[in-house]
């Protein structure tokens, strides 16, 4: 998911709206966060059929938000300067394109080079929609409309588990895993045929440049950091792999000083440096960092554990994940109410505490129950784990939200979003380090290695939660 942000636009609104407006946009945000969710119940199926390693199935999730967080902004800015319809549309036909070479992939090197262009074409999607909400609705309509947005956002990633363990056990014409992907292709052929219609075009006032050198050196940075840490430890950890660890901080530190050249000269940097002066952004993207980096992590080793370690279905599984998206609906709609009686600050830590809480919980569950235990054992943990989740994920962005003023917000929204899919994929290429590196020991020793080192992340990122500023911050 994305902070919200919205851009000027060259015109007014129009007088007249189409209806179906809201529908195609939210359709292209359903595309994008769905498939972040549903692929975790289909992996132990991707394994068996396409004889994918470990490595592979970490680049099928890491490489999504790998993806995604590169050309984020860059996509903004496109959109910006050509039109945001234009790249809506380009987004949405990349991202049906890339579902449909998911869903027919013959190995698991196809599947992998398919994920990474359906993170392009979310990348796309991403801040077009915001732009265009921004542009189509003003006032009390845009507050609706907005409200739509977050709210399909959150059913799409609290429902993706089941919906994909449902498709799996429907294995509609025997396509088994494969209609996890085939399945967003109907939905962005019509969106796509609908847009043209439906939206108009907008551009920025004043449209900035694309910063194509500090896109390079920030892809190769953490490419150079995540590839190695996925693919390392199968390979038995080559030379490559030390030398590209070694590259990732000087190729990040050089994307860093382009980004302070640019600013110095008044030209337009991907992530503005000024923004990360401040004790209280600094401290908000290092919470949003560890935040996320225990996000996609854990959906892929709960995923995991529950189909190879208890040899749950994959319906099965996913109806284990409605146990945290229950508590997590229920504590994201109440975060608003929350932050404003106690606080942005408070709230995080509350949050980031019972992450760690429920992991602990789960961990012990675990341990006590074995893998092939009850799993109801494992409820009062995941519940914890889910209450934790909605009271964090929208204080953190909104109370570093708060701390910006009107000119900045845009640009540090953008910041957030692109640190929220930073975070998903170094955090897959770690756990997932813990989770396989153990796994020769068993599913269940591997699960609860990766439970103690999530517990420990959320720890440090409840505590990092305290440099955040005191006052009460509206989400």
């Excluded at 998911?1 to 007014?12: D, G, K, V």
């Excluded at 009390?140 to 409200?147: D, L």
């Excluded at 996320?292 to 599984?317: H, I």
């Amino acid at each position: 998911m994305t902070a919200l942000t919205t851009r000027p636009a060259a015109a007014p609104a129009p007088p007249a709206t189409s209806p179906l407006a809201l529908p195609v946009l939210l359709a292209g945000t359903v595309l994008m966060v769905l498939d972040f969710f549903i692929v975790n119940v289909a992996l132990p199926s991707i394994q068996v059929e396409l004889h994918a390693g470990a490595a592979a199935l970490e680049w099928v999730v890491a490489g999504y938000g790998l993806t995604l967080a590169v050309f984020l902004v860059t996509a903004g800015r496109i959109g910006d300067r050509v039109g945001r319809r234009r790249v809506f549309c380009a987004g949405v036909a990349v991202f049906t394109a890339a579902s449909a070479a998911c869903g027919l992939a013959p190995d698991p090197a196809v599947l992998v080079a398919a994920r990474l262009a359906q993170g392009l074409g979310a990348a796309m999607i991403a801040p077009t929609v915001l732009g265009l909400i921004g542009v189509l609705y003003t006032g009390e309509r845009q507050a609706r409309a907005i409200g739509a947005y977050a709210t399909v956002m959150g059913v799409a990633a609290a429902s993706g588990q089941l919906l994909g363990g449902g498709l799996l056990a429907l294995d509609v014409a025997g396509l088994g895993w494969r209609l996890v992907f085939l399945v967003n292709v109907p939905v962005g052929l019509l969106a796509l045929a609908a847009a043209p219609r439906c939206l108009p075009e907008s551009r920025a006032a004043v449209a900035t440049t694309v910063d194509v050198t500090g896109l390079v050196l920030l892809t190769l940075g953490l490419t150079a950091l995540v590839l190695p840490l996925v693919d390392g430890r199968p390979a038995g950890w080559p030379a490559w792999t030390l030398v590209s660890l070694a590259a990732a901080p000087a190729l990040l530190g050089l994307f860093v000083r382009r980004q302070r050249a640019l600013s110095r000269r008044g030209q337009a940097p991907l992530l503005p440096p000024e923004l990360l002066r401040t004790r209280t952004v600094g401290a908000g993207l290092a919470c949003q960092l560890g935040f996320w980096m225990g996000q996609a992590s854990y959906f892929l080793v709960l995923g995991l554990a529950l189909q190879l370690g208890r040899g749950l279905s994959p319906l099965a599984s996913g109806l284990v994940f409605t146990i945290m998206a229950g508590s997590y609906l229920v504590a994201s709609t109440a975060a608003p109410a929350v932050v404003r009686r106690y606080g942005g600050r408070a709230t995080v830590v509350a949050g980031a505490s019972g992450l760690a809480l429920g992991h602990a919980l789960t961990l012990a569950a675990s341990v006590t129950a074995g893998m092939h235990g009850p799993v109801l054992a494992l409820a009062p943990g995941l519940v914890v784990t889910g209450t934790g989740m909605g009271l964090c994920l929208g204080p953190i962005a909104a109370t570093v939200l708060a701390s910006a003023t009107s000119e900045q917000a845009g640009a540090l929204s953008g910041v957030l979003s692109t640190v929220q899919q930073v975070g998903n994929a170094v955090g897959v290429a770690l756990i997932g380090l813990v989770f396989f590196g153990a796994a020769d020991a068993g599913y269940g020793r591997a699960f609860t290695e990766s439970l103690a080192v999530l517990a420990a992340l959320l720890a440090a990122v409840a505590a990092g939660a305290r440099f955040l500023p005191r006052p009460i911050a509206p989400a």
